[in-house]
């Protein structure tokens, strides 16, 4: 059996010395990668990496923790290894446990956590470490951190954020949440409490974007007689991945000052230049992938809301495509008149008891549903959070949030930004976390790339010494430098 394993430093280039420890908070996809990047790329024998996962689980998270196989990655698997310089690693893998081996294969998310364990699993020795529990605190003493959860306190020498995705925002309509009921599933990833509702239940699905397109496929596969209707304020579903694509177009990238209109012309104009030469549009969004974070980085605050709020929509649901498999589902439900999508939104929704009565748009007719499904993607605001661990790091300032509120505040370099706008030395995140500074932070190749730097970024402060750093934490807390000129 071929094994692909990250080259190591020989470990005799290491003294003896002292422990750096790492906990990695959070072990989905963001952590094990940093993980994997840690232990690969160190040969240490002082290293410690501690994975804190509150299941103990690693590898899954809220995105590959399904166990419905029908829920498929969006992106093919030639694109989806965890080393961005072993691009056939996930490819060789599945070839070698009996999976699909083809580079244009949407695989299954389940498989793809599987994938990281074992990964994982290729690089763990005696310096990996993974804890069950939530942690609650990260409390700075000293120049190093202690590392808080409900029973157990330990320390870190480098702390990294790798917490992945938030639960969806709570609904709110005339300003109120939606008060618990028994027809209201705040959480979309609780495939249990989908699989049990009424064969022949009538269920509306609030969002329209990978998240309810996966609940609408577990609903309706497993309840023949069910039907389904999604909401959303335009009523645009993700296109579709087609089955063979060509090379990314190749584009010149605007320069001089930008406007989030300006870049929206840009790629109208690129997308009407690919098709005079027979180039589909998604070549030329994804020729745009490389370029994307620093043209978001190049837009003024002002601009950054403005494609929020004008844009942003038509660019996700092309740039974020479902796999062609689950595109032919969702419109075999539509042909077959169980599955509607309605724009406008959710006008209001009337408490029926073991039921909920759901107005869209101007429909002069609600619908009358045995239940109602959050699938309004994830929570980014952090002001909002009750996770216990944001609430404790926004409390003492270590954490703030991005100006845009998609994220936290981060430096290029994965350092957190805290309330005086200076990075907090040994403070790093990892993944869609990052999104407001970065806006590409919640895909692998993105995440993978992040996780490597990261790594690389510990290992160093760790190769300088702790002792050293703690006497110059003052010179290292650099002064954040804005990443967007006053709106």
Known sequence: MVVTRLPR???AAYAPGPHHRVAVIGGGASGVLNAINLLGRSADPGLRVEIHEASGIVGRGIAYGTNDPRHLLNVRSRHMSAFPD?????????????????????????DFATYLQDRLAQVADHRLTICAGRVEDVVPVGGQFEIRTSDVTSTADSVVLAYGNQRPKALVLDGDQLPAASWHLPNPWDLGALRVLPDDATIVVVGTGLTAVDTVITLLEEGPRRRVVMVSRQGQLPRAHVAQLSTAWVQPVPEGPLTADLLADHVKEQIAAAASQ????????????AATTPLWKRLPLAERRRFLEVHAREWEVRRHRMAPEVAARIRAYEDDGRLSVLGGG????????????????????????????NCTGPATDITRSHDPLLLALRERGLVTPDPLHLGIDTLDGGELVDETGRAVPGLFAVGPPRKGTLWESTAIPEIRAQAAAVADGIIARSALGVDVLRGITGDLGSTHPSAAAPA
């Not at 027979?278 to 992938?289: E, F, I, M, N, P």
């Not at 959710?346 to 499904?373: E, H, M």
């Open 9 to 11: 430093p020989a470990a």
């Open 86 to 110: 072993i691009p056939s690693d996930l490819i060789e893998w599945a070839r070698r446990t009996g999976r699909s081996e083809d580079p244009q294969a949407f695989l299954p998310r389940l």
């Open 278 to 289: 027979g180039v589909g549009w998604r070549a030329v969004v994804d020729g745009l992938r």
């Open 346 to 373: 959710i006008a209001s929704i009337a408490d029926r008891g073991d039921r909920c009565q759901v107005l869209v748009g101007d429909a002069p007719t609600p619908i009358v549903a045995q239940a109602l499904v």
